[in-house]
């Protein structure tokens, strides 16, 4: 029966993964897959979440299966942290959350809901984007579409021609929207910007879908939502696919949300059945353990706190990284301009470095980063920033 069966390709980017584990070299340097980590090079579990782990095995009395769309008391922190505290939309009820298996979990339904709803609609991504969105969506036939997004001699946000490519995508066709520290380039447009493709949005009369994975790696939990809030100011509907994965750093409890907002409420918890009918025939109903934990740290004072230093303390070790790896390049001798590492967002960066470049730091040095040329910049190190940057300026040398 399996015979004609053809092995798939690896994922580029947990193939890399892989790689590295296999890798004997004590030496070796892992820029590759979009998982923070600390000056030790190590996943730590955030205190906030130990503490609120703690409390929950004490409280916690049944493991009866949550609701098909998820904890209550979970749905409502998302959409506070998403929309902020005293807004319309949720004194309205304008929006509804589904919770889900991570932020991939959210795209998939709504990937789902989109091709069953809206089945004429085209999604547009941005060129490029995070390596997992054409496969999710092409898993259920949508037609995907790209737009400008990346300048590559500029290494900056080519916003002119997105806004030319968004002013062709057709009323009713979705758009995908990076909510803050774009993957794979760490460049996000500007408040002025969002502003504009808001408005652009309003004109054409698109769909926004927001996936909005990294909350708070940016410049803040609240400046990060800067982009989506000003999208709210101008269009009637959206829909949000959020992760906790990174910012909380609970990847492998896979927590996420999926909400939908419409203008009328009405419409909104409609809609919303027929998302919650997309997750009974997936995967029934969400895992419970991750979003208990996201839930308890975000209803208590005292672990939300805890939290947003701990937050804070992983967005600031990833800027101090990016200005020495751009002065440790400096240092050891490479001519080429490298600053604009140090301004962009969140842990990736676009490095530059040829796919030739990327293949002899991986063969000759055990240096792993994405074929692309993305590089994690949680990966660095104090102690590893010297021999990174040694090898990046041997190979760009040659
Ligand atoms: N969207 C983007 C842009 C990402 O970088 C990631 C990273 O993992 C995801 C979605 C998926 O998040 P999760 O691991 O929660 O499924
Ligand atoms: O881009 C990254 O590295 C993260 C992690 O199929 C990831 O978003 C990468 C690939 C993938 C799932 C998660």
Partial sequence: MFEHIQAAPSDPILGLNDAFRNDPNPKKINLGVGVYKDEQGTT????????????????????????????QAYREA????????????????????AQTPGGTGALRVAAEFIRKHLPNA????????????????????????????????????????MLAGLSQVPAGDVVLFHGCCHNPTGIDPTPEQWYQLA???????????????????GAGLEEDAQGLRTFLNH????????????NFGLYNERVGALTIVSDNADQALAAFTQI????????????????????????????????????KSMRSRIHEMRSLFVNTLRAKGVNQDFSFISKQNGMFSFSGLNPEQVSRLRKEFSIYIVGSGRINVAGMTHENMEPLCEAIAAVLKE
């Fill in 276 to 311: 919650k009918r997309a997750v009974r025939t997936n995967y029934s109903n969400p895992p419970s353990h991750g979003s208990a934990i996201v839930a308890e740290i975000l209803n208590s004072k005292e672990l939300r706190s805890l939290w947003e230093m701990e937050l």
């Fill in 235 to 246: 269009v009637p509907e959206m829909l949000i696919a959020n992760s906790f994965s990174k």
């Fill in 122 to 161: 085209t999604i547009w991504v941005s060129n490029p984007t995070w390596a997992n969105h054409q496969a999710v969506f092409q898993s259920v036939n949508l037609e995907v579409g790209s737009y400008a997004y990346y300048d590559v001699d500029t290494k900056s946000l080519d916003f002119e021609s």
């Fill in 44 to 71: 730590p579990i955030l205190k906030s979440v130990k503490q609120a782990e703690e409390r929950l095995l004490n409280q916690e009395t049944s493991k009866s299966y949550l609701s098909i769309e998820g904890s």
């Fill in 199 to 217: 408005k652009l949005c309003s004109k054409q009369g698109f769909l926004p879908l927001f996936d909005f994975a990294y909350q708070g790696f």
């Fill in 78 to 97: 998302v959409q506070t942290l998403l929309f902020g505290e005293d807004t319309q939309i949720i004194s309205k009820q304008l929006a509804q959350t």
